[in-house]
């Protein structure tokens, strides 16, 4: 069945330096893909998409794009806040919509001044 | 942007008792909501989805007599865990979908820790 594999933390970085957080995915067909981030406390909340090959999504400086020829699906970041840490799920769905959502098993990212 | 809220946020309870959980959609009509349960250092794992007004939907390998869902309102769905054991501790996420959003975008609450003795 699909599934997604992404990079085991925790990530702990200093304030301004360049994050990679890794994530790959199994799947029988054309997914769309995301990335969700849970801060503290709170609720995951999505924090990018993209919903075919080549596709690139951002938001709030991070970026990641649809690989099919390596099915990947990475997030980075060129310089992170301490207010980025938190845990970052990478998450695919089949059939173009929000449907059912498959997640990797998160990577805690935490970031020193 | 929308909110969905879930309680308690946690709960501690004996072995063979039940524990109820609400999810709520506080600002918008949710005909879809999804229960998800995650393990520590694990992914979530969807157990279930529920559309308001009929059965929910359980995927393989969740005991629908254990888990029982309710949906039977647009801002609210319940999940009960029926003579709960020590191994149905988890962590219990809810997200409802918002129908009235491009590609339906699924909202997730904060999550209720279960703990039985």
């Known amino acids: 069945g699909d599934s997604v594999t992404q990079m085991e933390g925790p990530v702990t970085l200093s304030e301004e330096a360049f994050l990679t957080i890794n994530c790959t995915y199994t799947?029988?067909?054309?997914?769309?893909l995301f990335w969700y981030v849970q801060y503290p406390g709170e609720g995951l909340q999505l924090l990018l998409k993209?919903?075919?090959?080549?596709d690139k999504g951002s938001n709030k400086g991070f970026e990641a794009t649809y690989r099919k020829e390596t099915t990947s699906f990475h997030l980075e970041k060129g310089s992170v806040q301490v207010s980025d840490s938190a845990v970052y799920f990478c998450?695919?769905?089949?059939?173009?919509?929000?449907?059912?959502?498959?997640f990797g098993a998160g990577t805690r990212l935490a970031v020193h001044p | 942007g929308a909110v969905v809220s879930q309680h308690p946020s946690r709960v501690i309870c004996k072995s063979g008792t039940s524990v109820k959980i609400e999810c709520r959609s506080l600002d918008f009509q949710a005909t879809t909501m999804f229960w998800y349960r995650q393990f520590p250092k694990k992914s979530l794992m969807l157990m279930a989805t529920s559309n308001e007004g009929s059965k929910a939907t359980y995927e393989q390998g969740v005991e629908k007599d254990k888990f029982l869902i309710n949906h039977a309102s647009l801002t609210l769905s319940t999940l009960t865990v029926t003579s709960a054991h020590p191994e149905d501790s988890s962590f219990y996420i809810c997200?409802?979908?918002?129908?009235?959003?491009?590609?339906?975008?699924?909202?997730f609450g904060p999550g209720t820790r279960l703990t039985v003795l």
């Open positions: 799947a029988t067909g054309y997914p769309s």
């Open positions: 997200s409802a979908r918002d129908p009235g959003l491009l590609y339906n975008e699924q909202f």
């Open positions: 993209a919903t075919k090959a080549d």
């Open positions: 998450a695919l769905s089949e059939g173009g919509g929000y449907n059912k959502l498959i």
